[in-house]
Structure formats: structure tokens, C-alpha cells
């Protein structure tokens, strides 16, 4: 059976689906700068692909940005230079071309009419291109390829009498997802879109600190306390007068993107009241009451299979082992050899544990199956160690759609269940057996009894915000990267 073209050349090390990045703030801290750094470290794997770190300091935005992890982006020197008690920073996971423009590094700077300010966001504006095309004609040069850019064009040309006013307008043109984080002169700003599809999350820090995070265990990491979760369509200003919140956009259903839970967070995170890791077992313990099997071994794909695997190892009281063991040194610039060795990539990040697999009737859990050609040489990989049965296990439903609020896809026609039943996935994967978990078991693991809440469009087709069917590319004239 012919399904998909296998891409050796060029296939991604690892097939998932990709946030673009994560946010985070600090309002009244000495060290504000500092603390960013290290909420933008817990909050790396939201963003590979470059980090940046904006604040201010008597009127005067410093900034440092580039490509790279946090930890080669920053060093000592870079951070004593940002200075001041408020801060903003961001990591990013890009899209096609993204990374390759400077420009394309949050936070973004700019000086307006009214003074300076400072933005990052996290998600996608499906009418960005409409905006930026209307922006253009009223004569605003764009120096990047993101929607943030047009979010900061918006509010700089309002005419309303003060920042939040002015970026309320600007917010109130836009439609897709996005958690934001803003900075001006005085005040660091949060705002979560009205369907609420990106999490962000409000804490303390210090004496009298406060702290915006896409998620809660970045807020671990500088020891600062959990608050609340803003709320969908809610705005958040700090300020000398203290925190003061908004809902300045008009009511609509709540629809947390549901692939939080899945993969995307991080576990040790909580998101509005469900910890990420609890939840993930009960996934788990979901997938083996709808899809069990007669195993000997319960292995997870690492490291994002790992609690969904111990839920489905104790509800189906099978043994969990590490049949497949992760290399966590391989970065995103390694380079594989020649055609000489075949299938290098996945090889060099996962290696099976012989001892573990040899003879074994095992049952491999992972989160998803986007393109399918990563699942495969890793089914392959384990029978080659010895198993004597490979039963995949998925826990999430079949990915039958892309993402147009802010994940990284594949195009439909690239997206293995998209195009093919299970058993032609089966088939394809060269797995014993397949199954996927329902939709109703999904939502029963995150103490849902429907989807009510949440976006599941990259599974059910059901976009909760429209978008253009055929959206036009943006010609653009980009600076060098310098």
C-alpha cells in the first residue's frame, strides 16, 4: 500500500505539533530582568527557535533578542544591561521562515507619538493578513512576518487618550488567539483573547511583585505564588495603583485549546485548576478502558508519552518500563550524515532498551501521530530490539485537521489520519495494532463530560473562530539579518 512519501532528507527530528512560544512579565521587582530569564527558562519548551527579554528603566527600553535557547541567548552581561523593575520576555517556537529574520524576535519595541512600549504574544490572528494589507495602505512599514506586529502598528496609530484605551481598540480588531503580555512606560499588561484558546496565569513575587506566565511552572521557578488564571477576555493592568482588570471585549465560549493537556504543557503545570501530569494519567487510564490489549510491557515514547503510559500501565496493571531511552543533547542544529546511514535522526534521539523489549509483547504509548513517519521508524525501532508484538496506543483522537490559532501543522493532505483509516495507518506504521482515544474519554480525563470549553478542531473540524478559506501570501521585503 502507497501512503505517504518517507522525507529522510528533511524530516524534523521530532514529528509533534509545536506551540510558537510563551510569555512572561514581572512588574515591580528589583531584579525584573533576572526573573524573566528564568520564567523564560521554565518555559523553553514552548519555544526553541529564539528568546527575548525587553525593560525598561526611566522612560529608556532596553532590549536583548536572537536566536537560539535562553541559555545561549543570555548572558551575564546581557541581563546586567536590562535594567529597571518591570520586564517582558518571550520564546519562540516559528513557523515556515520565522526564524530565519531578525525581525522576527519578540518582544517587540517601538517608539510612538505617545511613548515607547513593549509587546509579546503567543498564538495567531486568522485575520492578520487583512490587517496588515489595510495597514499598509494607511502607510505602516512592516520590518517582520508576525501578527504581533500588527497588533503594535493598531495601537500605535489609535487616537484614544491612553495606552490601555488604545490597545483595547487595537485588540477588539482581531480575531484568532493570542495571550498577551505588554509593557509601556508605567504599567505591564496581560490579556487573554475572548475564547481564551492560549493559557496565561497571574502571580506574586517579592514583597510586592507581580508576575504574568503562560504557565504555573514558571512561577515555581522564581518561587513566586500562584494567583489565579486570567480569564478569557480578560485584561490585566500593574500598575503603581495595583492590578486592575477588564473585560473590554464582548462575551463568547471559553475554548482552551485542548492539546494543553495532551502535549503542549508543561506537566508540572496547572491549568485553570487541572494539573497537567494528573490529568495526562487519567488520558492514559482513559485510552487502556477504550483500547486494551494483552501486553507484557507498557513503554512510553519520551518524554511526552511518559505520564499517559504510567496511567495506561496501572489501569491495565501491565508493567510500565523505558524500553526506549531519550538522548536530551541533541539540539536542533545536529546535522546527519550522508546518505551512508539511513534513519539517523530518530536514531540519535531515541535508542531502545534491549533488555527491556527482547521477547516482549509491548505496547508503545505517544501523544499523537501527525505525519506518521517518525511512529513508524520508531515501531520499527523497537521490533528490531527484539519485541515480539508492537501495539501503539495514541492519546489523543485521530488528527484529522490543522491549526490556524497558533500551533505549527502540517497542511491537511500531510496529516496521516487525515487521508488514511486506522488500519491503513496500522499498516503503515507496521504496528501490530493501533487505536486512538475518543473524544469522550478525553474529556472524561480532563473532568469535562463534553467539549464544552475547549478548542478540539485539529480532531473534530469544529472551528470555534472562522478564519479565510484561502488566505493570500504576504509579499514581503525583509531586512538582512544582521
Do not use: W
Request: aromatic letters at 8%; proline letters at 6%.
Amino acid at each position: 500500500m502507497e501512503l505517504l512519501l518517507e522525507r529522510d532528507d528533511d524530516e524534523p527530528l521530532d514529528d509533534h505539533f509545536q506551540d510558537e512560544c510563551g510569555v512572561f512579565g514581572i512588574y515591580d521587582h528589583p531584579e525584573a530582568a533576572k526573573l524573566v530569564y528564568l520564567g523564560l527558562y521554565a518555559l523553553q519548551h514552548r519555544g526553541q527557535e529564539s528568546a527575548g527579554i525587553v525593560s525598561v528603566e526611566e522612560r529608556i527600553f532596553m532590549s536583548h533578542r536572537d536566536r537560539g535557547l535562553v541559555a545561549d541567548v543570555f548572558h551575564r552581561p546581557d541581563l546586567d544591561r536590562l535594567k529597571g523593575d518591570m520586564s517582558i520576555g518571550h520564546v519562540r517556537y516559528s513557523t515556515a521562515g520565522g526564524s530565519i529574520n531578525s525581525n522576527n524576535r519578540q518582544p517587540i519595541v517601538v517608539d510612538t507619538a505617545q511613548g515607547g512600549m513593549a509587546m509579546a504574544h503567543n498564538g495567531n490572528l486568522v485575520n492578520a493578513v487583512t490587517l496588515r494589507r489595510q495597514l499598509e495602505r494607511r502607510g505602516s512599514i512592516f520590518q517582520s512576518t508576525m501578527d504581533t506586529e500588527v497588533i503594535v502598528h493598531l495601537t500605535a496609530i489609535s487616537q484614544r487618550s491612553n495606552f490601555i484605551e488604545r490597545l483595547i481598540e487595537a485588540l477588539h480588531q482581531l480575531q484568532g488567539a493570542y495571550a498577551l503580555v505588554a509593557m509601556n512606560e508605567r504599567t505591564v499588561i496581560g490579556v487573554r483573547d475572548p475564547a481564551g484558546f492560549r493559557p496565561l496565569v497571574l502571580g506574586r513575587v517579592g514583597e510586592k511583585g507581580y508576575v504574568l506566565s503562560s504557565e504555573t511552572c514558571a512561577l515555581n521557578l522564581i518561587e513566586a505564588e500562584f494567583v489565579r488564571d486570567i480569564q478569557p477576555g480578560e485584561m490585566v493592568v500593574i500598575g503603581p495603583e495595583g492590578v486592575s482588570s477588564f473585560y473590554p471585549f464582548p462575551k463568547r465560549g471559553k475554548h482552551l485549546c485542548i492539546f494543553e493537556y495532551i502535549y503542549f504543557a508543561r506537566p508540572d503545570s496547572t491549568i485553570d485548576g487541572i494539573n497537567v501530569y494528573e490529568a495526562r494519567k487519567r488520558i492514559g487510564a482513559a485510552l487502556f478502558k477504550d483500547h486494551p490489549v494483552e501486553a507484557d510491557v507498557v513503554v512510553p515514547v519520551p518524554d511526552s508519552g511518559v505520564p499517559a503510559a504510567l496511567g495506561f500501565a496501572q489501569a491495565a496493571d501491565i508493567p510500565f518500563e523505558l524500553g526506549i531511552i531519550r538522548n536530551h543533547y541533541v539540539g536542533r542544529t545536529f546535522i546527519e550524515p550522508q546518505q551512508s546511514i539511513r534513519h539517523f535522526g530518530v536514531k540519535i534521539k531515541l535508542n531502545p532498551n534491549r533488555a527491556i523489549l527482547a521477547g516482549k509483547r509491548v505496547v508503545l504509548v505517544d501523544d499523537s501521530i501527525v505525519r506518521g513517519t517518525t511512529s513508524r521508524k520508531i515501531v520499527q525501532m523497537v521490533r528490531a530490539a527484539g519485541a515480539a508484538e508492537v501495539h501503539v496506543r495514541i492519546s489523543s483522537p485521530p488528527t484529522t485537521h490543522p491549526c490556524f490559532y497558533g500551533i505549527d501543522t502540517p497542511t491537511r493532505n500531510e496529516l496521516l489520519a487525515a487521508n488514511h483509516t486506522v488500519e491503513q495507518m496500522r499498516e503503515y506504521i507496521t504496528a501490530d495494532s493501533l487505536a486512538f482515544l475518543t473524544l469522550p474519554g478525553l474529556y472524561h480525563a480532563v473532568n469535562s463530560a463534553t467539549a464544552n470549553g475547549y478548542c478540539d478542531a485539529c480532531f473534530s473540524g469544529d472551528y470555534p473562530v472562522a478564519f479565510p478559506q484561502h488566505p493570500e501570501p504576504v509579499q514581503l521585503t525583509l531586512l538582512k539579518e544582521t
